[in-house]
Every structure is written in C-alpha cells, then in structure tokens.
C-alpha cells in the first residue's frame, strides 16, 4: 500500500523528472516513462514501508492509506530519495529540509509527540477529508 503513486512523485520532482527519465531506455514491451514509473514506485513503496513501521507502533497502518499527512510525508521522503539516486551530491536544499521536517514528524509519532486523528468533526457534512496533528504544544489541521 503506497500513499502516493508515481504520477504524484513525478509532478512533485517537477520538469528535473525529464532529465531523470533520459537515463532509461524504452524496451520492445515497456516505454521509458514506463520503465521510470516502475522505479519510483519502488522507491514509493520503500517509503510506505517504512512509514508503515515507525507509524505501526502506535497506530493501524490499514485505515491510514488515504491520510493526507502520511501522503505528504511519502512524498517528501520519496522525492529526497530520488533526488539522492540521480543526484546524490546535487540534492536541493528545499528538498533535503523536507526530508529533514518530514522525517522529524514520522520520530514524533513514533514517539507519541504527535498524534494523527481522523476529523470527525461535524464541520462539512459533504465529506471534506480532513487529518489532524494535535500534542501538547502545536495543532495543525491539514484539509483536502
């Protein structure tokens, strides 16, 4: 179960994604953006692994697949691994600090610093999706 898909982590990479794919040469059954696609989900799925164990101590990864915090830190993760495989000594110093925060959130959760809720509040009954981090010192809501 991955919290993001390739597309997502293609368009989060940005028009760097190009140069990236020009390393893969298409084959008699798979396109280029095929082949790099597979690649990312791989790195996605290490990702979702990962967040599943440090999340897993203290939560049900089963009902989180759609929790947007836990997608925006996939993809934060995600893309710093990218960046690391093509471009170790190149990272950008926007996405590595993304990491960094992304990676620090995960450690707060694990530790039980942070809790990740589901809003059932009453506040939009059409259904907007909404997750919270709430500890004894911040709150922050993230809503779709």
């Known amino acids: 179960?991955?919290?993001i898909n390739a597309t997502d982590l293609r368009q989060a990479i940005g028009f760097?994604?190009?140069a990236m794919m020009a390393g893969f040469t298409a084959?008699?059954?798979q396109t280029q953006t095929e082949l790099f696609d597979a690649m990312l989900s791989g790195i996605i799925e290490q990702t979702s692994d990962l967040i599943n164990a440090m999340v897993g101590t203290r939560y049900d990864?089963?009902?989180l697949s759609g929790n947007p915090i836990l997608a925006r830190i996939c993809l934060m993760i995600s893309r710093y691994d990218v960046?690391?495989?093509f471009a170790r000594f190149d990272v950008p110093e926007t996405v590595r600090?993304?990491?960094e925060a992304a990676m620090k959130d995960?450690?707060?959760i694990q530790a039980g610093k942070l809790e990740l809720l589901a809003d059932d509040s009453e506040f939009d009954p059409e259904g907007v999706v909404a997750a919270q981090f709430t500890s004894k010192s911040q709150y922050l809501t993230e809503m779709l």
Do not use: I, N
Request: glycine share 10%; net charge negative; hydrophobic share 35%.
């Open 27 to 29: 084959t008699d059954t």
């Open 106 to 108: 995960l450690e707060k």
């Open 1 to 3: 179960m991955g919290y």
């Open 16 to 18: 760097q994604a190009a």
């Open 83 to 85: 960046y690391c495989q």
């Open 61 to 63: 990864v089963s009902g």
């Open 97 to 99: 600090l993304a990491y």
